[in-house]
């Protein structure tokens, strides 16, 4: 490979909290393990050369005054939805910054609900959409993914058409790729969904931040492409800091398509008057979408795959009573310990510091909404999620 997924970076003391911060009360790693981080999902490379390149090259320039985006800005994004997700007509109108994903959901909550009024999610649920429904008093109605008989996560539309009809629901959060299963959504799938939408006169916010991270076999579809109605009634948001691992640097975009949604959000989230964007971020997002950040994606795409497919194999024979469905997108797994559990008379928190305790930072996955659920970030060179596994193997699942 022309660049370097291998090689193991020390990130002690350089503002990361992948390595700086165990995430459960009373955990504690035991003396004579080194720490693995596969926790909060951020990637454990180095970022692609040419966003350190356009950010070196702007701070040569000693004055950091106001600016507007530039064009460069925009024509980028639009570069990259086109290359990789095939996405055409898309103009500079129709983008806005944002500062991140979760921002961009309280605005729009703002803009499109009022307080105590319910808003419909999926469940397995990322956690910060549970907290930004919680801080702006927002109802959350879950509708459960189902696994058919070869594990694989589905919607549920029945269910989704009647939470929505009986809660008087006209807000969706929808997750395309999706956390924390992994799915990636199949053209008919989305269309079926946003047909539950549409009959609920729905406005739909798609959070596409995870579309760059599909898994070899799986391509990305965005939302407001499978048919015009979505394209109208979707607020869809992408970001570079998932693909190139620039949560630091801040920095997200919203694609809208119609005027009175776009206006809407806009004005909203202008009243804080501190969703702005930072320089650097938008010199970051240019190097990133280059044609080098398309080259580092696709060997990075490879990297995750053989990441997943060995821990997921490993999973599967050496660890009885731990299930999971093979995510076809995202670098995390989402395992499900109830049978280990209850065979072996463990608690899910006495499981989590167990793990920790050999240094193996995973996260405690029932926030997400399933009890026993432990999140996993592979994001990692591949001899470390080798060497996880042989830990959580000895130590944890089959020990004597």
């Known amino acids: 490979m022309k660049y370097d997924f291998t090689s193991i970076i020390d990130r002690t003391g350089k503002d990361a909290i992948a390595v700086d911060i165990i995430p459960f009360p009373d955990a504690s790693i035991q003396e004579g393990f080194s720490r693995i981080p596969m926790w909060v999902a951020d990637m454990n490379y180095a970022t692609a050369p040419t966003i350190q390149e356009a950010v070196i090259e702007r701070t040569k320039h000693p004055a950091f005054g106001y600016f507007d985006p530039s064009d460069e800005y925009y024509n980028s994004i639009i570069s990259w939805q086109k290359a990789r997700n095939g996405v055409e007509g898309l103009s500079r109108e129709h983008i806005g910054y944002e500062n991140g994903v979760l921002g961009c959901v309280a605005s729009a909550l703002q803009a499109f609900t009022a307080p ?168 970051a997002l240019i190097g990133a979408y280059r044609p080098q950040g398309q080259e580092w994606l696709e060997e990075l795409r490879t990297v995750l795959t053989e990441n997943v497919d060995y821990a997921c194999g490993y999973i599967r024979e050496h660890f009885r009573g731990v299930k999971l469905a093979k995510p076809e997108g995202t670098y995390m797994l989402y395992l499900d310990c109830e049978e280990w559990c209850l065979r072996h008379d463990v608690s899910m928190d006495e499981l989590i510091r167990a793990g920790i305790a050999v240094g193996v930072i995973w996260q405690d996955g029932r926030p997400f909404n399933r009890p026993w659920a432990i999140r996993m970030n592979l994001a990692l060179p591949l001899s470390l999620v080798r060497e996880a596994m042989e830990r959580l193997d000895r130590y944890v699942f089959n020990r004597s």
């Not at 729905?202 to 109605?229: F, N």
């Not at 694609?255 to 501190?274: A, E, F, G, M, W």
Request: net charge negative.
């Open 116 to 283: 105590g009024e319910a808003v419909l999610l999926h469940s397995p649920t990322y956690v910060g959409f549970t907290g930004t429904l919680e801080n702006n008093g927002r109802k959350i109605v879950l509708s459960d993914l189902k696994q058919d008989e070869n594990g694989v996560w589905r919607m549920d539309y029945a269910d989704m058409d009647r939470k929505l009809r009986e809660n008087h629901i006209h807000f969706a959060i929808f997750c395309s790729p999706h956390n924390p299963c992994g799915r990636v959504w199949e053209r008919e799938e989305i269309e079926a969904a946003m047909e539950v939408y549409q009959r609920n006169d729905c406005v739909v916010i798609s959070d596409e931040i995870w579309s760059d991270l599909t898994l070899a076999g799986h391509k990305h579809i965005p939302t407001q492409s499978v048919h015009e109605d979505a394209r109208n009634r979707t607020i869809a948001i992408y970001a570079p800091s998932k693909t190139f691992n620039l949560a630091g640097l801040i920095g997200s975009y919203h694609i809208v398509y119609n005027p009175y949604l776009r206006d809407r959000l806009t004005k909203q989230s202008s009243l804080c008057h501190y969703n702005s964007m930072n320089v650097l971020s938008m010199h």
